[in-house]
């Protein structure tokens, strides 16, 4: 009787409780309410965001980096033609957009160019580039702007190029004095123009040669191959920096080649700022006979001792300057020494418009004294056959990747934020709706009724970005044009060209070698002959 007693609720017991049970019962009712709205809102907005760009669908893990192939840039192609010209692939974990066509990467390298202004992270940057210490790789900011207007002021400015336009001259002059001492013998023509662009670049950086003009001093040929070798790790798509977990097994060896080749560039430029230091110290107190002031090398060793914080980049250190002197003597000379080499060997393959630059050649500098850089801007023809060199040829085939700083819309497909930007240029410059007959060389396309007599090589007709285009274009764009124009037309009015061995020009092998930078698969060679009075030589040594 007891427990009954106890056991028995009061009414106002009673009616607290059905108020707290109604009350949970609101308070449910109002949550699903609010997650539906909620949710609704959000399908509203997803269904209003644009689709992601199509693609092909890839493999598990490692997505579609199987399908890339030994040539990207002609595979990242053949999926455009399917895909359309703005596509998406999936590289383990990251997404990738690929550009091909003008149109698409005008939209995204002008349209939204500060959104694209940093690099994603990768293996060559850390192993190498001195773990992003350099210009190429280095995050868009102060540090990155500094170098750059560096390069700029004692380098690649219209001032700077016209000062050292004295020691181009020289070094291409050497070049000649090389190529015609050779006799009856078979020239390797790329490495001899890379020591010459080398030379130039050096002379200009830190006010030495770094070779002699045969290659002798402190081994060119290593030299060239290093370069060879960098540009083809750099070119290759690493596993590990697209799946990290597998990073650490270096499936493909890639990072374990990079960090011996960054051994051997180490050693290399360890030795250049040593000599510096050492030619800067016996030199001090003497007045400047060239009366040109410091060379960039010198600046840069300046800013290794100011105070920290002093300036708009900071102070600089030794491992600063190699990775900048690593991107001038490597990406700086090996894509104006290809570039020469392509067009050297279309000219051989056509001597009908070889012959033609020869006549234009002679009528603007004789046949008595070599080409000079004034005469440049009155060979119409040459700059014809350039352009269609860096049309033909791009001297780098796949842009260097850009990320994603925030999500965007390109096309009618949404960029999300994190993507890793590939723009064509290969697919871009044999694109047909922009090149009538694109594998045909034809440098009559930009004279005049060619339909592209006013496109410009620097960053502003898409159809022709051979250096990129927006803030990370190419730095070394005006000096890698003109040394390129340079040696070219000096090499062409100097020498007529023929093949060893009996060979005949239209069984010139043409085969790519891919990397960062189109190198030819085999190297040209080359048997120089000389076609200028002997005055004409001498003078030009």
Request: hydrophobic share 40%; glycine share 8%.
């Amino acid at each position: 009787m007891a427990n009954v007693l106890l056991n028995e609720r009061s009414p106002s017991e009673c009616k607290r409780e059905a108020y707290c049970s109604m009350d949970l019962i609101l308070l449910v009712l109002f949550t699903l309410g609010l997650s539906s709205l909620l949710l609704f809102f959000l399908h509203l907005k997803q269904s209003r965001r644009k689709p992601l760009p199509p693609g092909p669908r890839g493999w598990p893990i490692l997505g579609n980096l199987p399908q890339l192939g030994s040539k990207p840039h002609h595979t990242l192609h053949a999926l455009a033609k399917v895909h359309g010209p703005l596509f998406r692939l999936r590289f383990g974990s990251v997404d990738v957009v690929v550009a091909a066509s003008a149109d698409v990467a005008s939209q995204l390298l002008r349209a939204h160019d500060a959104i694209f202004c940093d690099r994603p992270p990768n293996s060559g940057a850390e192993h190498v580039a001195y773990n992003y210490q350099d210009l190429v790789f280095a995050p868009y900011g102060p540090r990155w702007r500094m170098l750059r207007k560096l390069c700029s002021v004692h380098l690649f400015s219209a001032k700077a190029l016209d000062d050292l336009r004295w020691v181009r001259q020289g070094e291409v002059g050497l070049l000649v004095h090389a190529l015609r001492a050779c006799g009856d013998a078979p020239v390797n023509l790329g490495y001899a123009v890379n020591v010459c662009a080398t030379n130039a670049l050096a002379r200009a950086t830190m006010g030495r040669r770094v070779f002699e003009e045969d290659g002798s001093r402190d081994g060119a040929g290593e030299f060239k191959e290093m370069v060879v070798e960098l540009m083809r790790l750099a070119g290759e798509f690493n596993v590990g920096d697209f799946v990290p977990w597998l990073n650490w097994l270096d499936p493909q060896g890639v990072v374990a080649r990079m960090k011996r080749l960054h051994r051997r560039y180490d050693e290399f430029l360890d030795g250049i700022i040593a000599e510096h230091r050492r030619r800067a110290e016996a030199a001090e107190g003497e007045d400047d006979p060239s009366g040109r002031g410091r060379d960039l090398l010198s600046v840069l060793i300046g800013l290794t001792e100011r105070p920290d914080g002093e300036g708009d980049g900071g102070k600089l250190t030794d491992t600063n300057i190699k990775a900048l002197l690593l991107n001038l003597f490597t990406a700086g000379t090996d894509t104006s020494s290809s570039t020469v080499e392509w067009a050297l060997a279309e000219l051989i393959r056509h001597p009908d418009v070889l012959k033609q630059a020869q006549r234009e050649l002679d009528s603007v500098v004789g046949r008595s004294r070599l080409v000079t850089e004034s005469d440049l801007p009155n060979l119409r023809f040459l700059q014809a056959v350039i352009k269609e060199t860096f049309r033909l040829h791009p001297s780098t085939p796949l842009s260097l990747p850009r990320v994603a700083s925030e999500a965007c819309e390109v096309g009618g497909y949404q960029i999300p934020r994190g993507a890793t930007l590939l723009v064509n240029i290969w697919a871009i410059t044999h694109d047909p709706a922009s090149w009538p007959n694109p594998l045909e060389f034809n440098p009559a396309r930009f004279l005049p009724g060619g339909g592209h007599e006013n496109v410009d090589l620097r960053g502003q007709d898409f159809e022709l970005i051979p250096f990129g285009a927006g803030r990370r274009i190419c730095a070394g764009m005006s000096l890698g044009i003109r040394m390129v124009q340079f040696m070219t037309a000096t090499l062409v009015h100097a020498f007529d060209w023929s093949l060893p061995e009996g060979q005949k020009p239209e069984k010139l092998d043409m085969e790519e070698a891919y990397g960062l930078t189109l190198q030819r698969a085999v190297p040209l060679m080359v048997n120089p002959l000389p076609r200028l009075t002997s005055a004409a030589y001498e003078a030009g040594c």
